[in-house]
Structures are given as structure tokens and as C-alpha cells.
């Protein structure tokens, strides 16, 4: 890892399981900000609980470890309060579409600027290995006693359907493309979410990187995959392909970007249109009150903006 | 010779245009310099279930409280007549519907079997019919004027001169009770009208229909006109505000700087996010007042969690709920607590368990909003006793929060939200923006620095710094530690700045101390009792029995040095708390917090509001006698 994107690496120590998928994302992050040339004090990172949720302790940007599936309410907050700002969500399965997963599809709803990176390992690893939303049914993996007998849900196909209008897969040892789908995420405008294929050397032996390595195929080597959407009227039918491609699991696992719609109006415009100043002048960047901690808002002004509810008293004579 | 205060109860079904009606009404008096402070009362129900206005006007000043019985009923149906004819003074008079003099109480399928039959129960008792005819032979036998008024013949007059739908007709049923309620109460038909133009402002036509709505209603009416006449005011405003609790709670917020709401919807703090998303930028003079985002989330979870992101940013944030809402937000509130993060939850209560009474009022959780959240770190609980105090209450409220970097509950209630009042204009030279941020000190930014208590507090985004937060066990750069002197130290760092607050905020903003020390007892109580509780002690010492009232402001920390000062000096006798709940909860509180035991307690749970009456008689029980604990529950 060092000498590789070293400028982001923080000197908190690393304490992921040995071989862990995560090694892999981190390093991919580290790259893919260098290669954005991110300012660490414009950049946050957001995330939940969980072996993923340590994750902006390693990196040098801002971070902000939250609570159990509510990563994307905080992003959500920090992105309107300051728009200036790059925001990153890293979230597990467990965080993202399970107890999270309302947050998660509102956030296809808004299609704010905000990358979700999900750290797909199918497993509740902190809690020794319980299964999570994406371990599919009648998986056994070793840590569980019993089957699964929970059907798991599709994170591209739910990412689609929710609205995010960048939607992609990697693998977390497919270092060069990991990288650069997060680069293209990031890059993006609207609510973007890459899942990634992350084997958990400690809990699941079902979806090992023996497992990953023989399966997956980049869509980009296809030069009929055609993910983005051009114009509105593409979208149903582009979507519609997404999803068909998203269900394709077994012998061949499909990774590369699956659905990209800039037609859509993102939060800020919608925002925008209403509140008009937004985003140059925004929550962060506004005033509030002068040096002498006085509120903008005087007796006069006071008066303007409230008219409508204040009563001129005319007594009769 | 006039009523210098008067009170009244404007009822009708839910969604008929009653709430129009109190707004009309409000302004129309405010506009001649009469006081009013008026509570809406209804079902959690759209359309069709009984709602009313309880309304107290005065000519001296702005009314505190609500009180039984009324001078006038102002019914747009049957059932109010039903539901309210007790409520009415010998003396006073009832303004109803003619066309429904035949109607029964039995065949009103919209009011609850229980209250149904207590009513059947009632009429039988009194030797009469179950038929609205025989209630009005009732109360003229108490001395009731009732004065009728065919609707069907004014609003077939309006129907035919303005070409009206026939199945929008219902809507000027609102026209005609307030246009009644205006001639009794001796109002003259310029304020009305100033009252409808106000309220429909650029809806020219509705204002001419009410207008000629009014006229038919002075023709018919003429020999009433000021039977209840209202005493020249000799108030002092030249300008007042007609707002509720919510719109003054968001017109704070405003002020205060706010720039990120968040909310999910529910009865009764709604109200406050509609208003702030109507202003949520204004560009006055040049200046640009905002941007606020106002954001609807998905639940309540993220509204909290949002707010504090914006937090982070550097913003003023809060989110308004109610009981249900912000049970959901309670493990936020812990990380807010953990990161030192400042929001303001505004909190209305309702009536819980669960949904409870939805839509009426209680004061129930304040002991869940003083200790909700796992772990053990500052936190503050604020109260507001009328519309006045909820305005400097909510600029405090930021003030500390960003001042001590923690979470305050402003914890109000849905008498406040949903009443509406005349309140004079605040006086913004008294209101200041404290921060307190301090420049970030040159080397590593450590966020959580351990050298003072408050740690210098930068933004995300600030140039050139970057943090980390966790609600993990942190060192000072916000990074995981379980070592445990760190833990100690960042542990009794988040508890200890609770005494700063306790130490710094002015006793004055903590607890206030109303009437003359000395007398014979002291009433206890907080929020909106406040109005009620003044008017009580008034009341009760024309006869004889002279107390104070104790408006305990901050709730946490609580102001435990304050309340033993006032106790001290008044001899710790007769001390009856007062508390919109089962527990009387404050007293309690008091007891955990300053080793006070308070015996007495006058508790009220129906979740309507403690009225005038039944307060000064409760008190008085308490006050002449061994009995600790009296329950009201007056109030239809």
C-alpha cells in the first residue's frame, strides 16, 4: 500500500482481519482522491457502523463515523448545509440495506450529489459473522448454525429503482477499476452508489476472492453495454436493461457501470429553483449575524418579512 | 358598561372552515386593540368530526389563560350545541343554526357513543327531549339568550346574487358564526372586514362574498348587535403579532439564523416547517435573509441525524416532532451528545402513550426528554410558558447549544403550537447570536481538545483543517480509543460542561418567580401552565389565599440552587405543583434533582388544556385542605 497514494493515508493503524476485501477499497480510495486531486478539508467521508465504518479513520480527509445505517442522513445534512463540499458514504450491506435501507432509497429519490460505497461482503462481520441483507437464501456460510432463510435483496437493482442516477459494481481486488469507477462516481452529479464485491476472509466462505476471481467480466469489454442515458425517453428502457444485467449472478458476475442518468435534475437544482441564491449562497456561506452578535434580522426588516402576520391597531375614535 | 373580559367557544365539524373563522375573528379584534389568545381543540380527523375554538378576549391586555363557563357559544351545528350547552353562563348566549332545531342527539352518528349517551343521560336528568329544540328551552330556563339564524336562507341569498356552486356553499357557514360572534360582541363591520381581507389577502372574491355575507347577518341580527358589547380597549399595542406557537417558534428560528430544518410530519410540529419552508429566504433592503433548507426526510431518524450533519458543517440546524418522532430520535441525540455536536430538537408534546390523543395536548414527557439517550453526557431541556417566552426561548436555545456544543430539547407543548395569540412585537435590540466560536489554533486541529471543557469548534470544510468524529470513544483528533484514561477524561469532559451552563446561564433564564414572596403558598409548574397559573394566584387571592407562581424555565440541567432560594425564602409551605400529566412529573424531577418533596399536585391527563376555573378551585382544595392530589379534567 505505501507509496501509493501515501498522501492520504492517515498514521491511525489499520485493524482490519488480514486478506480482508477492505484492504483492497481503501487502497482504491486513496487513489482515486489523489488522482481527483481532493482537498482533504473539502472532503468527507461518511460512514456507519461496522468493519466498513472505520474506514475514514485511515484516510486523511474529513470523516465522520455515525451511527448503524444513518451514514446517509448525516452526508445528506452536511452536503445541503455546505454544497461546496465533496461527501462519500462507505457503508456495509448490513448498514446500507438493512437497518438503513429507507435512507438509502430516499436518497435515489433526492438524487443529491453524494457517493454511497457499499462494502458488499454478505456478512455481519463485528458481530461474528450473522447474515446480512445481500446473503442469499439457503446460504450457508460458517459462522451461521442454520441456512439462511432470508432472500437477499439486489443492491443494483434497488439503487436503479430508488433513483440513483450512477449505479456500478467493482471488485474490491480489481485494484485499477475499483479506482476508477470511484473516480467516475465522485465525478458524477447526482446520488451515485458503487457496490462492491468484498470477501470477508473471516466469516464468509461462500463468497471468497477465489470465488470473485473466476466470475467476474467487465461490462466495458462488451461494446454493445451502453449504460448512460441521453435523453429522457432512453430512461425506462436503459433502466430496464440495467436491472435485466443486475440479475445475472452465478458463473458470470457482471462488474462495471450499469445505469448513468444526468437527465435528471439533481437536489441542488431542485433547490436551487426554490430558494434562488442556492448553492452560491448557501446555509455554510450565509451570515447570520453581525460582529457585534446582533441577528441579521432587525425590527425593521422584522417587520417586512413578517407583514402578514403582524396587526397595525386602529382603535375607533 | 361592557365586558372588559369575555370568553367564548366557536364550534362546528373538523374542516368547515372553523380555523378561517378564529383567524378572521383574531385579526378583527386585534385590529380595534383587543387582546385574544384563542385554542383549537379537534379530533386527529380531516373532515367531519367536532373541533371548536375556545377564545378569551379581553380589553386590557393579552388573555393568559382559557376559562369555563363561556359567555357566548357559537355553534355552526347540532352537536357543538350538544357537546357545549353546559359550558355556557346563565346570562350568557348561544348563536345557532335554526334549520337543525329538530335534530336529536341520538342520530348524530360523529359524536362517541360514550359521549353520546352521557349527553342523552344529561337532557333526561334535566327533564328534557333529546332534541336540539329542548336544549334551547333548557338554557333559556338558565337565562341564555339563544338567538337563531336560519344558513340555509343566507346562503341561499349569496348562492343566487354571486352564481355560487351549491357544493361550495358550506364554506361561508365559517362567514356567517364569525360575523355573528363579531355583532354580539359589538365589533364593527370595517374590523371584520379588515379581519377577511387579512386572512383571504389576495382572494378579492371571497372577501366581497364574506362581506355580503356579514351585511345579511347585521340585517337579520340588528337588535343584538353588541348584546355581549366588549369594553373600549385600553391596551396599549399600536402593533401586535397574530400568530401561534408554531409560527412564533419559526418566526425565532429565523431570527435565531437558522439555515437547516428538518422534519417528518406529524401533529403538532408540523406547522412550524411549513412556515419556515414559506420563508425560507426573504431578500429585505438588500440583505438576504437565509437560505434555510427545509427538508422533509424519509422518518424521523434521518431528521435528526441530518440536522446534526448540518451541525457539522457549521450551521444553525434543529428539527421539530412530537413524543412518537422523537422517540425515534433518541440514539442521534447520543452521538450529538458524544460529538459534541450542537441541535435543537423543538418537541411538542402530545397526548401519548404511543399515538394517544393525537391531536391534543399533554405535558407527559419531560421526564423522557431530560434522561432519553444511553450513555451519560450534557444535554439541556428548555421550556416556554406563552408565545412571548418561546421566542427569546428558541434564540437561547441555539445560543447554548453552540455555546456548550450539546444537544437542547426545547420542550413545548400543543396548546402552545395550536393557540393562536395577540403578542406585542419582540424586541430584537435584547437579542444577541452567541456562537461561541473561537479561532482554531495554529498546528494539527485536534476537535476535541481536551486543554478547556469547550473545545474550539471549526466546520467541516473550514481551509486547511480536517477532523474526524465518531461515536466511538475518541481521542482529541475524533479518533477510536478505548484507552481508558483517555476515557475518563473525554467521559467526564461531555458531563462537566452541564456545570457551565448551570454556572452561566442567568437564573432569570432558568427560573422565574411570579407574584410576592411571603404569602401563604407556592404554585410549581413550567411551560404552558404558565398563563394558567398566573390568573390562578390572581384569582385565589381575591380570596384570600396569597401564593407565587414558580415557572421553572430550564428543566435540565435543573435549577436546583434557584428553586431552593425561592423555597427557602418562602418557607417551604404549601408547595402544589401543577403539570398537564398523570405524575405531575416536575415534582418528581425536583425531588431526584434539589431533594424538594412536593406532596401536593394538581394533575390534568384529558389532554385538553387547565382552565381558569377548575385551577383556582383545584388549588384552593389543596390549599384548605389534607388532600394532596386533585385530578381536573373540565373540557369537552
Known sequence: MEGRGVSFKSDVWVDWCPGCGNYGILTAVFKAFAELKLDPSKTVIVSGIGCSGKLPHFVNVNGVHTLHGRAIPFATGIKLANPELTVVVHGGDGDLLGIGAGHFVALGRRNLDIVVILHNNGVYGLTKGQASPTLPLDAKTKALPKPNIQQAVNPIMLAVASGYTFVARSYAFEGEHLKNVIVDAVKHRGAAFVDILQPCVTFNDIF?????????????????????????????????????????????????????????????????????????????????ASEDLRPVVDDVKFKKIFSDLIVRVSKRV | MGFSELSLILGGPQGSGLETSMLVLSRALAYRGYGVVADREYYSNIVGRHSYIHMSISSKRTPRSLTYPVKLLVSMDAETVFTHFKDIESGGVLFYDKDVRAKKVTEIPSIEESLRSRIARDLKALGAGEDLESVLGVLRGRGVTTIGMSFQEILRDLMKTFGIDPRSLSRYVSGIITSSAALLLGLDREALKYGFERVFAARAKLVEQNVYVADSVWRELKSYEGLLRLDYPETEFSEVLVATGNDVVAIAKIVAGLRYQSYYPITPAADESFFLEKYEVSEVDGTIVGPIVVIQTEDEIAAINSAIGASLAGVRSSTATSGPGFDLMVEGISWAGMNEAPVVITYYQRGGPSTGLPTRGSQS??????????????????????????????????????????????????????????????????????????????????????????????????????????????????????????????????????????????????????????????????????????????????????????????????????????????????????????????????????????????????????TLSELTQALEKTLTSDVDRVVISYGG
Open chain 1, 208 to 288: 471468497t476472492s477465489e470465488y470473485y476471481r473466476k466470475r467476474v467480466y467487465r461490462l466495458d469489454k462488451d461494446p454493445d453495454w451502453d449504460p448512460v442515458v441521453r435523453k429522457p425517453e432512453e430512461r425506462i428502457s436503459k433502466m430496464l436493461k440495467a436491472i435485466e444485467k443486475s440479475a445475472e449472478w452465478g458463473e458470470r458476475i457482471p462488474i462495471g457501470v450499469f445505469y448513468v442518468d444526468s437527465t435528471v435534475s439533481t437536489y441542488e437544482e431542485r433547490l436551487s429553483s426554490r430558494l434562488k441564491v442556492y448553492p452560491k449562497v448557501n446555509p455554510a456561506s450565509s451570515v447570520i
Open chain 2, 365 to 610: 414527557d419531560l421526564l423522557s426528554s431530560a434522561f432519553a439517550a444511553h450513555g451519560e453526557f450534557a444535554k439541556v431541556v428548555l421550556s416556554s410558558g406563552d408565545h412571548l417566552d418561546a421566542f427569546y426561548d428558541t434564540v437561547l436555545a441555539f445560543n447554548i447549544a453552540e455555546k456548550y456544543q450539546l444537544p437542547v430539547i426545547h420542550l413545548l407543548d400543543k396548546f402552545l403550537a395550536n393557540s393562536t395569540a395577540t403578542i406585542p412585537l419582540p424586541d430584537l435590540g435584547r437579542v444577541r447570536i452567541e456562537r461561541g466560536l473561537k479561532p482554531v489554533p495554529p498546528g494539527t486541529y485536534k476537535r476535541f481538545n481536551l486543554e478547556a471543557l469547550i473545545s474550539p469548534r471549526a466546520p467541516l470544510g473550514t481551509p486547511g483543517v480536517i477532523m474526524w468524529y465518531t461515536g466511538d470513544e475518541h481521542d482529541e483528533f475524533g479518533h477510536i480509543s478505548e484507552e481508558p484514561e483517555n476515557r475518563v477524561r473525554m467521559y467526564s469532559k461531555r458531563i462537566e460542561k452541564l456545570k457551565l451552563v448551570d454556572e452561566e446561564v442567568p437564573g432569570d433564564l432558568k427560573l422565574r418567580v411570579y407574584g410576592d414572596e411571603g404569602g401563604d403558598f407556592c404554585l410549581i409548574g413550567w411551560g404552558s401552565v404558565k398563563g394558567v397559573a398566573l390568573d390562578a394566584v390572581d384569582e385565589i387571592a381575591k380570596r384570600g389565599f396569597r401564593g407565587i407562581y414558580v415557572d421553572v424555565k430550564m428543566l435540565w440541567p435543573f435549577p436546583r440552587r434557584e428553586l431552593l432560594e425561592v423555597l427557602r425564602r418562602s418557607g417551604f409551605g404549601n408547595v402544589v405543583a401543577v403539570e398537564h400529566s398523570y405524575g405531575v412529573n416536575i415534582a418528581d424531577l425536583a425531588a431526584m434533582a434539589a431533594g424538594v418533596q412536593i406532596r401536593k399536585r394538581i394533575a390534568k391527563f384529558t389532554g385538553r388544556p387547565i
